[in-house]
C-alpha cells in the first residue's frame, strides 16, 4: 500500500522543511509516494518547536530587538501568565492601573524571578519585600533604579515616567541579564531558557533573572541584558556566559546578536550589515547617522503579502577606528518578506517576517 505523497502538502505547516510536491506536471508520480509505514512513522512524530524549525529554516535573528527603551521589571514568584501582568494574582483593578500606567510612559512590563524553583506564592506575615526596578535604555541615560513592595498597591505609587535620578547606583545592581523562561507564551522559552538561566547564573558575574516575554520565542533562548538593551538568542548552557564575557570585553558575537531594543528594525539592521561588511565587532564601533527610505517600484521577495513598510532604504553610517578615526559609509538595503511560517510554537496559523539585504556599502569619506 502506497500513499501519494502530494495530498500531504497541509504536513507543511507542522513539519519544518515540507513542501508542496514539485512532481504534480513532471510525468513521474512514483517520485512523490510514500509507503505506507513510513508515512505512518511521519504521522506519529511529535512536533517540532518553533525554535527548532527557525533553525531549519535559517531565520535571520538580526534586527529583532523589542522597540521599547523602558522598562518595569517587577519580581513575581510562582507561575506567569503569558503575558505582562496575566495571572500574577493581584487584584483585577490594580492590573488595570499598573497596566495603564505603563503604557502612558511607553514602559513595558516585564516579570522576573530569581533562577532555579518557583514558590508558587508568599505566604505568612513575614513574608519577604519583593523587588521592582525602572530601566532606561536610552544611550544618553542606561541606568536602572531599584525598589521594594509588598502588596501590590504600592506599586501604584512608581511614576513611571520621571526620568531615573541620579543616584540610581547605590538602589541596586547595574548589570542585569534578563533570559526568557515564559513557558506559559512559549514552550521553547522554558525548555531552552531555564538552563541558560542556571548557566549564567554559574558562572557570570551578572545579576541573573528569569522574565517573562522578550518576543521571538523561536530565537530561543532569548535574553536581554541591561541597562544597555543588548538582545541575544539562540544562547545555550554553553555558549551564553561566553557570550556576556565577551561582551564584557567590549565585543559582540554578532550570530547570536538581535540587536539593541529601543531601535528600528532598520537602524538595527544597518549597524549589523556594518559590523559585518567592516569585520568590526566592537561594541559602539558603528552608528547610524541617517536613515532614509528609497521609493521604488520594484517586488518585495514575497509580493503576495505586501504591506505598508518601506521595502528599500539608504542609511548613512559612521565607523569608528581603533585609533579613533571615523570613516563614512553609504549603503542601501531591501526590506524581504520572508514566506509566511509558523512563528511561535502557539500560533494558529502562519505569520509573515521580514529580513534585511545589503545591495550596496561603499565608503563615501
Known amino acids: 500500500m502506497t500513499q501519494n505523497a502530494c495530498s500531504l502538502d497541509v504536513l507543511g505547516g507542522a513539519l519544518p522543511g515540507a513542501h508542496p510536491c514539485d512532481h504534480r506536471e513532471s510525468g513521474q508520480p512514483e517520485s512523490c509516494r510514500l509507503e505506507a509505514d513510513q508515512l505512518e512513522t511521519l504521522l506519529e512524530l511529535p512536533a517540532m518547536k518553533c525554535a527548532e524549525t527557525a533553525r531549519m529554516r535559517g531565520e535571520?535573528?538580526?534586527?529583532?530587538?523589542?522597540?521599547?527603551?523602558?522598562?518595569?521589571?517587577?519580581?513575581?514568584?510562582?507561575?506567569?501568565g503569558s503575558s505582562g501582568l496575566d495571572d500574577t494574582r493581584m487584584d483585577a483593578d490594580i492590573t488595570r492601573q499598573l497596566t495603564a500606567a505603563a503604557d502612558a510612559a511607553d514602559t513595558h512590563v516585564l516579570l522576573i524571578?530569581?533562577?532555579?524553583?518557583?514558590?508558587?506564592?508568599?505566604?505568612g506575615a513575614?513574608?519577604?519585600?519583593?523587588?521592582?526596578?525602572?530601566?532606561?535604555?536610552?544611550?544618553?541615560f542606561e541606568r536602572v533604579l531599584w525598589g521594594t513592595w509588598r502588596e501590590p498597591a504600592d506599586l501604584l505609587d512608581l511614576d513611571l515616567a520621571t526620568p531615573i535620578p541620579d543616584d540610581y547606583a547605590a538602589t541596586g545592581p547595574q548589570r542585569l541579564a534578563l533570559v526568557c523562561t515564559n513557558g506559559k507564551r512559549d514552550q521553547c522559552c522554558a525548555v531552552r531558557g531555564r538552563p541558560v538561566a542556571a548557566a549564567v547564573a554559574a558562572a557570570t558575574d551578572w545579576d541573573t533573572w528569569e522574565c517573562s516575554h522578550l518576543g521571538g520565542h523561536r530565537f530561543a533562548a532569548t535574553a536581554m541584558l541591561l541597562p544597555t538593551g543588548d538582545m541575544f538568542g539562540w544562547l545555550d548552557p554553553e555558549s551564553a556566559p561566553k557570550i556576556l564575557q565577551r561582551f564584557d570585553?567590549?565585543?559582540?558575537?554578532?550570530?547570536?546578536?538581535?540587536?539593541?531594543?529601543?531601535?528600528s528594525p532598520e537602524v538595527q539592521a544597518a549597524l549589523h550589515i556594518a559590523a559585518v561588511r567592516l569585520g568590526d565587532y566592537r561594541r559602539g564601533a558603528v552608528r547610524v547617522a541617517s536613515l532614509r527610505p528609497i521609493v521604488t517600484d520594484a517586488d518585495t521577495c514575497w509580493p503576495e503579502d505586501s504591506a505598508d513598510a518601506e521595502d528599500h532604504w539608504e542609511a548613512v553610517v559612521i565607523h569608528r577606528s581603533h585609533g579613533s578615526q571615523e570613516t563614512a559609509y553609504l549603503m542601501t538595503m531591501t526590506q524581504c518578506r520572508l514566506a509566511?511560517?509558523?512563528?511561535?510554537?502557539?500560533?494558529?496559523?502562519?505569520r509573515v517576517e521580514v529580513s534585511y539585504e545589503a545591495d550596496a556599502f561603499a565608503r563615501i569619506r
Open 340 to 350: 509566511p511560517t509558523y512563528l511561535s510554537c502557539a500560533d494558529d496559523k502562519p
Open 60 to 80: 535571520p535573528l538580526q534586527a529583532s530587538a523589542v522597540r521599547y527603551r523602558r522598562f518595569l521589571l517587577l519580581e513575581v514568584p510562582g507561575a506567569w
Open 249 to 263: 570585553a567590549g565585543q559582540i558575537v554578532l550570530s547570536n546578536y538581535r540587536g539593541r531594543c529601543g531601535q
Open 113 to 123: 524571578r530569581r533562577p532555579g524553583r518557583h514558590p508558587s506564592a508568599r505566604s
Open 126 to 140: 513575614e513574608a519577604p519585600a519583593l523587588a521592582w526596578a525602572i530601566a532606561d535604555t536610552a544611550p544618553e
